[in-house]
């Protein structure tokens, strides 16, 4: 992809040129695929002087470096599959877990028929499931978005959709207020703000981006959606501090959203995959007091489809889409062994983050 096509990418989605003529460039990493910073600088959300990951931390499945037996999570229960629409978003945040941007296309984009089959293998096999969820990337890049919102809604499951809430959502608006007048508060639209600053979600998205991202979230809350917001908090600022600063902005720009309510704003702690943490041992739940059917593996699953793969396959994590350790097989039926937690998301997320994508 060029840098015309960038520029012309750019104006289609409502990224910012300097975003994209940063990230004009990639480069290879592991199984994955890194684009620069859209903009100069560090993520603001890094914790400073973080001591390195030792590099004999999670390399074996069954035990840890110190030699001891590694944790592992059982499927209790499928009550969330997830869906992850393609990589391709039209931003490029700094510490984007999943590398997403407008050139990553390590995940493309899942159809609808795809999408259905799963939903088919759910309801033949009584699996249960309460929630489906999208993400992406920008589910709203993949024009097969509304789609799949409404078989899923039309089949009577409660829907978490995620997204940035800018123009590729916008593009939109018409069939989303049909959706919500037909199935009301079962669809969810949960929207990413960084921060409750404008300057320093834009040092992590870019220039420009609080604006559309406000004017997004507050048409979705002026038309009576059921909405929610994905934020964080710097490495100096309490859980306390972060809902109280998002609360101050939810009541100035006379948005209806609960910040003491967990479901409604969600923070999440901060995910580098190259800072040290320490490694979930079988011992751990009981000196943590962590009970391992709380963990997002217990109870989720997420779809994707790898680029130049002839079909999707199901992960064992949001978070967790490129390691071959995790992908789990082509069907449910095949995804309901033990998770191994293998991995520093493992450890920093859920373990002792206490977070899971769903609420």
Same mark, same amino acid.
């Given at each position: 992809?060029?840098?015309?096509?960038?520029?012309?990418?750019?104006?289609?989605?409502?990224?910012?040129?300097?975003?994209?003529?940063?990230?004009?460039?990639?480069?290879?990493?592991?199984?994955?695929?890194?684009?620069?910073?859209?903009?100069?600088?560090?993520?603001?959300?890094?914790?400073?002087?973080?001591?390195?990951?030792?590099?004999?931390?999670?390399?074996?499945?069954?035990?840890?470096?110190?030699?001891?037996?590694?944790?592992?999570?059982?499927?209790?229960?499928?009550?969330?599959?997830?869906?992850?629409?393609?990589?391709?978003?039209?931003?490029?945040?700094?510490?984007?877990?999943?590398?997403?941007?407008?050139?990553?296309?390590?995940?493309?984009?899942?159809?609808?028929?795809?999408?259905?089959?799963?939903?088919?293998?759910?309801?033949?096999?009584?699996?249960?499931?309460?929630?489906?969820?999208?993400?992406?990337?920008?589910?709203?890049?993949?024009?097969?978005?509304?789609?799949?919102?409404?078989?899923?809604? !039309?089949?009577?499951?409660? $829907?978490?959709?995620?997204?940035? @809430?800018? =123009? /590729?959502?916008?593009?939109?608006?018409?069939? #989303?207020?049909?959706?919500?007048?037909?199935?009301?508060?079962?669809?969810?639209?949960?929207?990413?703000?960084?921060?409750?600053?404008?300057?320093?979600?834009?040092?992590?998205?870019?220039?420009?981006?609080?604006?559309?991202?406000?004017?997004?979230?507050?048409?979705?809350?002026?038309?009576?959606?059921?909405?929610?917001?994905?934020?964080?908090?710097?490495?100096?600022?309490?859980?306390?501090?972060?809902?109280?600063?998002?609360?101050?902005?939810?009541?100035?720009?006379?948005?209806?959203?609960?910040?003491?309510?967990?479901?409604?704003?969600?923070?999440?702690?901060?995910?580098?995959?190259?800072?040290?943490?320490?490694?979930?041992?079988?011992?751990?739940?009981?000196?943590?007091?962590?009970?391992?059917?709380?963990?997002?593996? !217990?109870?989720?699953?997420? $779809?994707?489809?790898?680029?130049? @793969?002839? =079909? /999707?396959?199901?992960?064992?994590?949001?978070? #967790?889409?490129?390691?071959?350790?995790?992908?789990?097989?082509?069907?449910?039926?095949?995804?309901?062994?033990?998770?191994?937690?293998?991995?520093?998301?493992?450890?920093?997320?859920?373990?002792?983050?206490?977070?899971?994508?769903?609420?």
């Amino acid at each position: 992809m060029g840098t015309d096509d960038l520029r012309q990418l750019a104006q289609t989605l409502g990224a910012v040129p300097r975003e994209i003529s940063a990230i004009a460039q990639r480069r290879p990493h592991g199984d994955s695929i890194i684009a620069t910073s859209p903009l100069p600088g560090p993520s603001p959300f890094l914790v400073p002087d973080a001591a390195p990951l030792a590099p004999e931390k999670f390399r074996d499945s069954l035990t840890t470096a110190k030699g001891e037996r590694r944790a592992y999570v059982a499927l209790d229960r499928l009550e969330t599959l997830w869906f992850n629409t393609g990589t391709l978003c039209n931003l490029a945040c700094k510490s984007c877990y999943i590398e997403s941007s407008p050139i990553n296309d390590a995940l493309v984009y899942l159809t609808a028929a795809e999408v259905d089959a799963y939903l088919d293998e759910i309801e033949r096999d009584g699996l249960g499931t309460r929630e489906i969820g999208f993400t992406g990337g920008e589910p709203f890049m993949n024009r097969e978005m509304i789609a799949m919102l409404e078989s899923c809604l !039309a089949r009577g499951f409660d $829907v978490l959709m995620l997204t940035n @809430a800018m =123009r /590729p959502m916008r593009r939109f608006e018409g069939e #989303l207020l049909d959706l919500k007048a037909r199935h009301g508060e079962r669809l969810t639209m949960r929207v990413s703000l960084d921060h409750y600053t404008r300057a320093i979600h834009e040092s992590e998205r870019g220039g420009g981006t609080w604006d559309k991202a406000i004017a997004g979230l507050t048409w979705l809350s002026d038309n009576g959606f059921s909405i929610a917001v994905a934020g964080r908090h710097l490495a100096d600022e309490n859980d306390g501090s972060a809902r109280q600063g998002y609360a101050d902005l939810f009541a100035r720009e006379g948005l209806s959203i609960d910040a003491t309510d967990p479901a409604r704003l969600v923070l999440f702690p901060e995910m580098d995959a190259t800072a040290d943490v320490p490694e979930i041992t079988a011992a751990c739940w009981g000196i943590l007091d962590v009970d391992p059917r709380a963990m997002m593996c !217990a109870t989720s699953r997420m $779809v994707v489809k790898h680029k130049g @793969a002839e =079909r /999707p396959v199901v992960a064992a994590c949001t978070l #967790l889409p490129y390691g071959a350790d995790f992908q789990m097989g082509e069907t449910l039926a095949e995804a309901g062994r033990d998770i191994a937690l293998n991995h520093p998301h493992c450890a920093r997320f859920c373990v002792l983050g206490g977070a899971s994508c769903s609420a």
